[in-house]
């Protein structure tokens, strides 16, 4: 029986947070197994590529040998957290003890809170007991809100098994609780101890994850002290699953973060967490890649409430192609990010188009596709805008260029020309070729790449590839056919090679 589209109101939201779908149309990524499997800690990938969809399976997955406690920063107490810089250590360790300090303090409140196997054994009893002493004594609860741990209106305090090194402060009095403005004079001496309680206790029949996600908000290239703080949380991260996983305990201490952002960090040992630790988050390419058509027949058989699979053909007229025999998939899928969020709300719009045509139709048709095309390159273009403008100041002037140029093929003369003409615009000393560079970073275009990687002809888009590097030099260069409506260009010049 063919299925009835009118009666679909969408197959989804283009946000994890908002996504009524997420759980029930989740596609197992290679990403989320090496993470759940305690084999990598680092889940990196563009905005709207998946991340946080993994970050709320994990946490949103009910089993009982697996504990999970998840950080956001929307309202994270950063000015608290930024007085535990430490000083006198190499700069890419200043924060490497206070996220210490915090997985911690996390994982301490899911032995306590969640695990009820606890103590799970005659040999963890004086662990478990000291963890539970310490965050009684300094938090005054079993279950402290992790968005106060560095709150200044509490004091570290000690029952005289922390193990501090008193000598540091006074010594005419016996002290049993300081201020927690001086935890980073003696964090490495509290982590110490502590980590050796709370390693100990975990149960090794169970899984514990702590995860930080949404990272990038707030982010600027240019907040160096951000750079760290995210420098620190990797190093640490690093040491503590490393550490449990030598105690043969399954704990990991998980990131997710925009690869982007990943690629601007320096610090010593990036290429060890980049070989060993990182998992980046791919569709349609690269290694251990999944498919976004197989992502959205999840969301088809979700939303049809279908007893059987339901295929993108079910749904997609492919019998006809599209322009350049291009498969509607194919077509649709040149024109994202190769992301989820911009798939479905490509799918959305088109079903959108495929209702007000009231034409009958038994299945997406090209013309729906079309019809939609100009919706959802106003989005492709305000998604866009939300990692831009923190990077390039003047990117609304070289986006104004770019629609200066009439067609999505262009060359590097075409360029020059477009930008002398807008010139006007342009208040300071932008160059071009930088500014052309700077657009290739967001893939808003790409080059042309003569015999390319895999031995033909390609046109090469920093969004299929992080590492590559760009060409000022190649002959042609294209915007992203994303774009094609919101900057009112052509399909392509004459001169087009391919």
């Keep these: 029986m063919p299925i009835n589209l009118s009666t679909i109101s969408n197959f989804g939201g283009t946000d994890a947070d908002e996504d009524a779908l997420l759980l029930d149309s989740f596609e197992d990524h290679p990403a989320y197994s090496q993470i759940v499997q305690h084999e990598r800690f680092c889940i990196l990938g563009r905005k709207g590529s998946g991340k946080t969809a993994i970050f709320k399976k994990i946490l949103q997955d009910r089993q009982a040998n697996a504990f999970s406690f998840g950080h956001t920063f929307t309202d994270y107490p950063w000015h608290h957290h930024d007085k535990q810089k430490k000083a006198g250590v190499p700069e890419e360790q200043c924060f490497v003890q206070s996220w210490t300090y915090l997985c911690l303090i996390s994982l301490s409140k899911i032995l306590l809170n969640q695990d009820h196997s606890q103590p799970y054994s005659e040999g963890t009893v004086d662990h478990i007991q000291r963890v539970e002493r310490f965050i009684l004594d300094t938090y005054g609860s079993r279950d402290p809100d992790v ?78 002290a951000y750079s760290l703080r995210l420098i620190g949380l990797l190093l640490a991260a690093k040491e503590l699953n490393v550490l449990a996983k030598a105690k043969g305990k399954k704990l990991t201490i998980g990131i997710f973060l925009r690869d982007d952002i990943y690629g601007s960090l320096r610090f010593e040992d990036k290429n060890k967490i980049t070989e060993n630790f990182a998992a980046p988050v791919y569709w349609d390419h690269g290694p251990n890649h999944r498919t976004m058509k197989s992502l959205m027949e999840k969301r088809f058989t ?66 729906h596709i079309l019809a939609a095309q100009s919706h959802y390159s106003d989005y492709l273009y305000r998604e866009l805008e939300d990692e831009i403008h923190k990077q390039i100041s003047n990117y609304e002037f070289y986006v104004e260029v770019l629609k200066n140029l009439d067609s999505l093929q262009f060359t590097r003369d075409d360029f020059l020309q477009s930008w002398e003409s807008r010139r006007s615009l342009l208040s300071g000393d932008d160059k071009p070729d930088l500014a052309m560079k700077q657009l290739y970073s967001f893939s808003l275009i790409g080059y042309y790449s003569p015999g390319g990687g ?22 042609q260069f294209r915007v992203h056919p994303g774009f094609k409506e919101v900057l009112g260009l052509k399909k392509f010049s004459r001169s087009d090679p391919g």
Excluded at 198 to 204: A, I, T
Excluded at 325 to 343: A, C, E, G, I, V
Excluded at 465 to 474: G, I, M, P, R, V
Aim: hydrophobic share 30%; charged share 25%; net charge negative.
């Design 454 to 475: 895999a031995g033909g002809s390609e046109y090469i888009w920093k969004y299929k590839d992080q590492k590559s590097t760009f060409n000022e030099n190649a002959s």
């Design 147 to 224: 968005t106060q741990i560095f709150s200044p209106s509490h004091k570290l305090r000690f029952s005289g098994d922390i193990g501090i090194n008193w000598k540091i402060f006074k010594a005419s009095t016996k002290i049993d609780s300081i201020e927690m403005e001086h935890l980073p004079t003696i964090a490495q001496e509290v982590n110490h101890n502590l980590r050796t309680s709370v390693v100990e206790s975990l149960n090794p029949e169970n899984h514990y994850y702590v995860l930080f996600d949404q990272l990038d908000l707030g982010f600027s290239i240019e907040d160096k």
């Design 302 to 367: 979700t939303v049809t409430q279908s007893s059987k699979h339901i295929d993108w053909e079910e749904i997609f007229d492919e019998l006809h192609k599209m322009t350049g025999r291009q498969t509607k998939y194919q077509y649709m899928s040149d024109r994202t990010f190769l992301r989820p969020r911009d798939m479905i709300k490509f799918c959305n719009e088109t079903l959108t188009a495929y209702k007000a045509s009231m034409d009958g139709a038994g299945r997406f048709e090209n013309k």
